[in-house]
């Protein structure tokens, strides 16, 4: 078994061992994964943080030995970048970005420095909505989960991960994560509002504000209306997702 490190800003995870292939998700600083198989250029990962499952570039991650990756994958030694965006000093001198909920306690072990605000994830409901709205007006992106492109649960992940809570990686998945509800008047701010198709498959997910507003990744992070029937875009006077369920994950 192989074990590694993302020491990049972002670097894609596909579907597929091919660039061309969909994205369905990305490593951000800090992640650590175990190889689980290894060809040519690529190797087929699972995300410790996640247990998501996918295909990366050979040349986008460092290999660490099974002792450090155990020291390392503890998740009460994790403190997280809380800047919209801050930087790495890399050992050459050379300044790298990172973003929002990158993992920075590795960064003594990669031989770097990190310059920007972090902090312990603390389980606190209280913060999700501050932390969501750091998000406002990113680009909708399709396996994304920083605030230059994200997806709607690559968005509530993220935001939950910087105050200490997992969610898993895809939509249907969050959706079996916390306690139904059974009327959105007894949601709170945080909790979170799944949607789904014309075939009954939940395929949208967006974080429940107070006085019936949500925030949520379609085209872009935005706030809109929410009510019994879904979400309600008042810029175009239509609902454009179906309520299916709102969980209370914490």
């Not at 192989?2 to 800003?9: F, V």
């Not at 990113?138 to 709607?152: E, H």
Request: aromatic letters at 10%; charged letters at 25%; glycine letters at 8%.
């Amino acid at each position: 078994m192989q074990y590694g490190i993302c020491h990049l800003s972002i670097v894609p995870v596909r579907v597929s061992p091919d660039d061309s292939t969909a994205m369905i998700t990305q490593l951000v600083y800090g992640d650590l994964f175990k190889v689980k198989e290894n060809r040519k250029h690529w190797v087929r990962i699972v995300v410790s943080f996640d247990r998501q499952e996918g295909w990366v570039s050979k040349n986008q991650f460092k290999l660490v030995s099974e002792e450090d990756f155990n020291k390392l994958n503890i998740d009460e030694n994790q403190i997280l970048a809380t800047d919209f965006i801050s930087h790495i000093l890399t050992s050459e001198e050379i300044f790298q970005p990172i973003t929002l909920g990158a993992r920075i306690d590795v960064s003594g072990f990669l031989g770097q420095t990190h310059e920007g605000n972090s902090q312990k994830p603390k389980q606190d409901k209280s913060k999700l909505v501050e932390t969501a709205l750091l998000f406002l007006n990113a680009p909708s992106l399709s396996g994304g989960k920083t605030p230059f492109g994200v997806d709607c649960s690559g968005f509530t992940q993220m935001v939950y991960k910087a105050n200490g809570f997992k969610l898993f990686r895809d939509t249907e998945k969050q959706a079996t994560q916390g306690e139904a509800l059974s009327f959105i008047e007894e949601s709170e701010p945080g909790d979170l509002a799944f949607f789904d198709n014309s075939d009954g498959i939940i395929d949208h997910v967006g974080i429940i504000l107070k006085d019936n507003y949500i925030i949520h990744s379609y085209g872009y992070v935005r706030i809109d209306r929410i009510d019994h029937t879904g979400i309600f875009n008042p810029q175009e006077k239509i609902y454009t997702h179906k309520l299916r369920v709102i969980k209370k994950i914490i």
